[in-house]
């Protein structure tokens, strides 16, 4: 009775214990960042206490309903990811970030970008009228702290970024390197995101397929990062959201190891987000877990109209 609940506690605030679950949902606003720290073993077990937001209260004003987690994997030592979720009241910013470089270097790599972009939002005065625009520069920032970081360790730290700011039905979002957005409606799944890879190009030039390009040695190499160069250019995307679509947020550990076509399913099939993000986990560790894997899933429920 006390393991049960405490694991309905520990859910419910979003703690975690040695199984090293870390999650934040709609319930846990306005985190900076979070990184797990040890593996999950039984991810879907610890979750599905939660209560369902979706039933405890009402859709928010702005109609989403998101939760986000992040899991070791189950061949790395650490988790080198980051990311965060946060609630702005007329807007909402979702950001993932996979750290490289190595313990101590690309978890901190992750963080110090995680952390730059939300610093860069929260703190907007309204003098960057377009969103886009705001992202752009939240990314750049992000881009200058961890370069010079790196400079001052002496150390070649880098990270990829991938931001979604949502205003007024509309995802503004930005990426660097390969973790990945993409836009879910109607059981079908559309990668928004374009891969800053070797396959990616390889891909796009037809000498690669995309299944090909998921096994091929060179998939985790890329051409563009965070904190690599002094300065660096997001892809920048706009997105019209749709009540019923969900938006992805992903490192490399999930979409690596789960296809495309079970991202779709799992997202359509499933109301609860904590759920989704549950059995996201569960699939790419029993796929092989070979990377850290981390997840925001969006839902959207209905709209707020533009004034």
């Known amino acids: 009775m006390l393991h049960t609940l405490w694991n309905y506690l520990r859910t419910l605030f979003g703690l975690h214990d040695a199984w090293g679950v870390m999650t934040l949902s709609r319930v846990a606003i306005d985190p900076v960042s979070v990184r797990s720290l040890t593996q999950v073993l039984q991810p879907a077990h610890t979750i599905r206490l939660r209560p369902e937001p979706e039933a405890a209260k009402p859709a928010e004003p702005d109609g989403l309903i998101w939760h986000g987690v992040t899991d070791t994997g189950s061949k790395r030592p650490q988790n080198e990811d980051s990311f965060s979720l946060l609630d702005l009241g007329n807007k909402s910013l979702f950001v993932v970030a996979d750290g490289m470089g190595g313990h101590d270097a690309g978890e901190v790599a992750s963080s110090i970008a995680v952390d730059?972009?939300?610093?860069?939002?929260?703190?907007?005065?309204?003098?960057?009228?377009?969103?886009?625009?705001?992202?752009?520069?939240?990314?750049?920032?992000?881009?200058?702290?961890?370069?010079?970081?790196?400079?001052?360790?002496?150390?070649?730290?880098?990270?990829?970024?991938?931001?979604?700011?949502?205003?007024?039905?509309?995802?503004?979002?930005?990426?660097?390197?390969?973790?990945?957005?993409?836009?879910?409606?109607?059981?079908?799944?559309?990668?928004?995101?374009?891969?800053?890879?070797?396959?990616?190009?390889?891909?796009?030039?037809?000498?690669?397929?995309?299944?090909?390009?998921?096994?091929?040695?060179?998939?985790?190499?890329?051409?563009r990062t965070i904190g690599n160069d002094d300065a660096v250019t997001p892809g920048l995307y706009r997105v019209e959201l749709k009540k019923g679509g969900t938006l992805l947020l992903c490192t490399d550990g999930l979409w690596g190891e789960v296809s495309d076509e079970d991202l779709c399913r799992i997202c359509a099939e499933e109301t609860r987000t904590e759920v989704i993000c549950a059995r996201l986990v569960q699939l790419a560790n029993a796929n092989g877990g070979r990377d850290n894997i981390s997840a925001i899933v969006v839902k959207v429920n209905a709209l707020r109209s533009a004034e």
């Open 116 to 223: 730059a972009v939300c610093t860069e939002v929260r703190t907007d005065d309204g003098a960057v009228s377009d969103p886009l625009a705001l992202v752009d520069l939240a990314i750049r920032r992000a881009n200058s702290e961890v370069k010079r970081e790196g400079v001052r360790r002496g150390s070649n730290m880098g990270t990829t970024l991938t931001v979604a700011l949502v205003a007024d039905g509309v995802a503004f979002i930005g990426s660097v390197g390969d973790s990945r957005a993409y836009w879910i409606e109607n059981d079908a799944i559309r990668q928004i995101t374009e891969d800053h890879s070797v396959v990616a190009r390889l891909v796009a030039s037809g000498k690669l397929t995309r299944e090909e390009a998921r096994n091929h040695p060179r998939a985790n190499l890329l051409y």
